[in-house]
Structures are given as structure tokens and as C-alpha cells.
């Protein structure tokens, strides 16, 4: 497990994580009952947890210490970044909240808590720095959840592009992958049916200096 790159029935390259734990930057748990963890596949049942193993250490900070959320049922996100900057993402039946946040700030590097979709501390988004690029991402946008492999995917990106080529990059997210395939390609279009995330992405493409990539809001079904 502990191997870069094992191969995997016939010509499949499966690359491995550096460490096989403490390597997710987000989760997402359940709260029943004041209780904390994930649901049993293919059912509502609660399996308790006090700690996720994959997960980086700052989430599981959170986790360990959940009760000063004051939340008894619903869902929780935590996003992480690689300055450990914590984000929250709160969902629950009541719009009554009474969380801790002093305490929280104590725990971690505390950036932001959204609560039924609505900011209460803090900001929706934190940046995130991979291979000499610098990305904004909103508290719904997708990030690849593994720092050490999407540093790879850049190094792939790099490799494999020519500067003749015209690049789409679907289901893009904040643009990650797209901001970095324009480095080198003619002209990138980037498909994104969150609007959040495409507004990250144009400002992402903006603070790294690429001009040549256009983004689309819409359904990559459909467009």
C-alpha cells in the first residue's frame, strides 16, 4: 500500500496516495440524535465514529469535539485546505443555532461556518495553493478531495498537452484542472453547472493569469 504505482489487472496504472491515511481534505457526516458519523451503505442506519482515518487531522479535530456545533440533528461538511484552514458546512432542521465559535477557534484555523446555506462566520469560501497555482473555493464548489494526487494530475496535465491543442474540461469545478491545461494549450473551455464554481473559476483563471480559457454555466449533458 505504501507503493507510488502497483498495476492492476492487465494495463491499468493505479497511483497510490503518499500515505494511506489523514489524506482526505473534506467530509461528509451525519447527526442523529447528537450523535456523529456515516450512514451504513444503502441505509439511514448511523455508524458513530470519534475519528475518520482518511481523513487530515484538522477534520478529525472537528469531529472529536462536534458537541460545540450544539447541533442534534442533521449534516455537517468540513473542508480543509492546505494551510489548515477549516471551513463548515452546516445542515439542519432548525435555523436556531448555538455554536461555540470561540471554542472552535481554539481547536483550528477557523475561516468560515455556513449554516442552512446562510454565512454566520466568517467567509464562504477559503484559497487553496497547488503547484504554483492559487484557487478560491466556495463552500459548494468541487475540489479534488487529495492534495498529493492532484498535484500529480497538474504534473500529467503538463506532460500530455501540447500547445496546439483545444481542451474540454467537463464537470470543471472551480477550473482547477482547466487553469492548469491553459498553461500550455491553445484554448481550454471549461463546462460547470454550479454557479458558484464557475464564478470561482473566472476568477481562479484571473489571479493565475490565464486568458485563453472560457467558462460555461450549464449542464455538460447538455451543452
Known sequence: IFKNKIKYKGNIEIVKNQNPINYRNKVSLKIVDGKIGYYKSKTHELVEINECLVANQEINKIIKNFKVLNVKNGSLIIRVNLNKEVLLIIESPS??????IDRLKELVKLVGIVYNKK??????????????FLFKVSFNS???????ICSLLFKFINE???????????????????????????KVISVEIVKNAVLNGIFNAKINKQNNIQFILGDTSKI
Open 95 to 100: 435555523d436556531n443555532y448555538n455554536i461555540e
Open 119 to 132: 454565512v454566520i462566520y466568517g467567509d464562504n469560501f477559503f484559497y487553496e495553493r497547488i503547484g504554483g
Open 142 to 148: 468541487f475540489f479534488q478531495i487529495n492534495h498529493y
Open 160 to 186: 500530455e498537452i501540447t500547445t496546439n491543442d483545444i481542451v474540454l474540461d467537463l464537470y470543471s469545478g472551480v477550473g482547477t484542472l482547466g487553469i492548469v491545461a491553459s498553461k500550455k494549450a491553445l
